[in-house]
Structure formats: structure tokens, C-alpha cells
Antibody
Framework: QITLKESGPTLVKPTQTLTLTCSFS??????????VGWFRQPPGKALEWLAL???????RYSPSLESRLTITKDTSRNQVVLMMNDMDPVDTATYYC????????????WGQGILVTVSS | DIQMTQSPSTLSVSVGDRVSITCRAS??????LAWYQQKPGKAPKLLIY???SLESGVPSRFSGSGSETEFTLSISSLQPDDFATYYC?????????FGGGTKVEI
């Protein structure tokens, strides 16, 4: 059974760096074809893809946010970490991680999400 | 970036109705399209992948069709549990992009 769960701060101040951890079970991110992606959804708005890391450590980033994002994986801990620097109130959103399979990533398993508010 | 445009943005329907939601891609994505259902406060749930493949455990009243730039999600007979927001998403190329969503309401 595949499960994922996001953790991290729920309140950050403007200009701070957000660090979110996706902890998962039921698969290994070192398995061929697998990966973990990060997404976000501002309140009342649509979903937005942020970053994805593949089993072979190939990393992909949203071009509009690439300068602010870093995605890493810790295979031994079954975790994937997303860092986003220079946070702004417009970054207030629910952040999700998801299991992916394939070079064209199918996203069948998602975490419950974590609401992050950016405010001074 | 490939833009995904969904229509309509809101759909007012009744239980038992047949529902169709359209998603258009700004360029060809072959059949690399997924459909998700999302309820308030919950994560997206994958319904359809590769345009027409039903995800395991998803009721057969859901179906998907289309290719290249035009896609449709159909619900054959709407059930009370189906009132939600639906999103399409292309995964042909990066960046992955989503449609703006279609809210199916009573």
C-alpha cells in the first residue's frame, strides 16, 4: 500500500525559506521508473506543478519557479524534500507531494496536503 | 508551456444526468492526459490516465476520450458522490500543466 504525507511549517514569514518533507511508504524512490513530485494549490485556485525528482536523481522544475526551488531525495529515509526560498504571501497554498511512475509521470498516489501560510 | 483549457468552468446538473467536460491543449499532447476529481479539503484523485485508461478502483461510469489537442471526460449517470471539481492535466512534456478546473454542482 502506497502512502505519502507532507510535513513542515504551516506558517512562514516573507523572505524566509520553506522546507517541506514528503515521507512515504510502500515504494522506494530508487526503483526504476519511480519518482516523487510536488504540487501546490492556492485557496480556491487550480493545481500547479512545482518540481519532480526521478529514481535516477533526474530533477525537473517549473520554469517560473526554478530559481527558488530545490528538490532532493533521501532513499534510506524514504523522503523527498522541497525547499522554496524567498517566500511571499502569494505562495500561500496547500502543498502536495505525489508518487509518479514512468518518464511521462502518472500520478496515482497523493499525500493529504499541507496548508502553508506566508504572513508576517 | 502547454496551456490546458477546460470548459465549462461550472456545471449545474442533477443526479442521474450524463456529464461531459472538455479539455483542450494548446498543442498536441498525443494521449498523455489525466483527469482528476477533487473534493474540498482533499487531495486530487486520479480517475483517468493516458486519455482513456480507467484507474484501478474508479467506477466504470467515468470514461475518457480524445487525443492530440481535444479530450473529454464523461460521467454516464451522475451519482451524489460525484459532485466535485474535476481537473485535466497534461504529462506529455515539462512543465506539467493543469486545466483551470470544472466544478460540478447541484
Amino acid at each position: 500500500q502506497i502512502t505519502l504525507k507532507e510535513s513542515g511549517p504551516t506558517l512562514v514569514k516573507p523572505t524566509q525559506t520553506l522546507t517541506l518533507t514528503c515521507s512515504f511508504s510502500g515504494f522506494s524512490v530508487s526503483t526504476v521508473r519511480l519518482g516523487v513530485g510536488w504540487f501546490r494549490q492556492p485557496p480556491g485556485k487550480a493545481l500547479e506543478w512545482l518540481a519532480l525528482i526521478y529514481w535516477d536523481d533526474d530533477k525537473r522544475y517549473s520554469p517560473s519557479l526554478e530559481s527558488r526551488l530545490t528538490i532532493t531525495k533521501d532513499t534510506s529515509r524514504n523522503q523527498v524534500v522541497l525547499m522554496m526560498n524567498d517566500m511571499d504571501p502569494v505562495d500561500t497554498a496547500t502543498y502536495y507531494c505525489a508518487h509518479s511512475i514512468g518518464a511521462n509521470p502518472k500520478l496515482a498516489y497523493w499525500g493529504q496536503g499541507i496548508l502553508v501560510t506566508v504572513s508576517s | 508551456d502547454i496551456q490546458m483549457t477546460q470548459s465549462p468552468s461550472t456545471l449545474s446538473v442533477s443526479v442521474g444526468d450524463r456529464v461531459s467536460i472538455t479539455c483542450r491543449a494548446s498543442e498536441s499532447i498525443s494521449r498523455w492526459l489525466a483527469w482528476y476529481q477533487q473534493k474540498p479539503g482533499k487531495a486530487p484523485k486520479l480517475l483517468i490516465y493516458k486519455a482513456s485508461s480507467l484507474e484501478s478502483g474508479v467506477p466504470s461510469r467515468f470514461s475518457g476520450s480524445g487525443s492530440e489537442t481535444e479530450f473529454t471526460l464523461s460521467i454516464s449517470s451522475l451519482q451524489p458522490d460525484d459532485f466535485a471539481t474535476y481537473y485535466c492535466q497534461q504529462y506529455d512534456s515539462y512543465p506539467l500543466t493543469f486545466g483551470g478546473g470544472t466544478k460540478v454542482e447541484i
